[in-house]
């Protein structure tokens, strides 16, 4: 079955990085657009940016602009999020979304399980 | 940026009765060359991520009962849960994927009665 495999909880101090990665299988990887989202504890949903499996570009929310990454691996379907200078207000679960069919505009179809990144001295 | 305001906030509905979430973009989301709104719902219970119930402001996901319906149009939508079941207590957003930054309501909490 189609589903996107997140890696594991990760507790980092300020000022540190963090790179959490995304594990697609069911379907043609390159195929959908990745998306990452990140939701803090008790708060809404927040676009982190996109990036197209196929050609390796991306885009990016404003607000993380210069501090976060997203690369993909297309020889074993995983997409990565690098962040970086990570402060308090990072602490958030991450989750990846498979969008759309060829396009960057999509509805979010399939959902990873989340990861829960801790920024903590 | 579009911002996705969401009304209300919460609300409180008694076990078969209709719960209705209203959702307003600041600009449109209706492409013209397709006559598509770029607009989907999600469902989201504690601990999970989010799950996909509506996209194109009206088409049901696969699998999802028919008591959840979406409308509207441009600036203005609204989701219908015709007939409350114990297991729609959730948080509901919506979501438009007309232009970066896709942007996300503030959700609305839907609690029984």
Redesign the interface.
């Known amino acids: 079955q189609v589903q996107l495999v997140q890696s594991g909880a990760e507790v980092k101090k300020p000022g540190a990085s963090v790179k959490i990665s995304c594990k697609a299988s069911g379907y043609t990887f390159t195929n959908n657009y990745i998306h990452w989202v990140r939701q803090a504890p008790g708060q809404g949903l927040e676009w982190v940016g996109m990036i197209n499996p196929t050609t390796g570009s991306t885009t990016y929310a404003q607000s993380f602009q210069g501090r976060v990454t997203l690369t993909r691996d297309t020889s074993t379907s995983t997409v990565y999020l690098d962040l970086n200078s990570l402060r308090s207000e990072d602490t958030a679960v991450y989750y990846c979304a498979r969008g759309g069919l060829g396009a960057s505009r999509g509805a979010f179809h399939i959902w990873g399980q989340g990861t829960m990144v801790t920024v903590s001295s | 940026d579009i911002v996705m305001t969401q009304s209300p906030d919460s609300l409180a509905v008694s076990l078969g009765e209709r719960a209705t979430i209203n959702c307003k973009s600041s600009q449109s989301v209706l492409y013209d060359s397709n006559n598509k709104n770029?607009l989907?719902w999600?469902q989201q219970k504690p601990g999970q991520?989010?799950?996909?119930l509506i996209?194109?402001a009206s088409t049901r996901?696969s699998g999802v009962p028919d008591r959840f319906s979406g409308s509207g149009s441009g600036t203005d939508f609204t989701l219908t849960i015709s007939s409350l079941q114990a297991e729609d207590v959730a948080v509901y957003?919506c979501?438009q994927?007309?232009?970066?930054?896709?942007?996300?309501?503030?959700?609305t909490k839907v609690e029984i009665k």
């Open positions: 770029y989907a999600y991520p989010p799950n996909l996209y194109w996901e957003y979501h994927y007309y232009s970066t930054p896709f942007t996300f309501g503030p959700g």
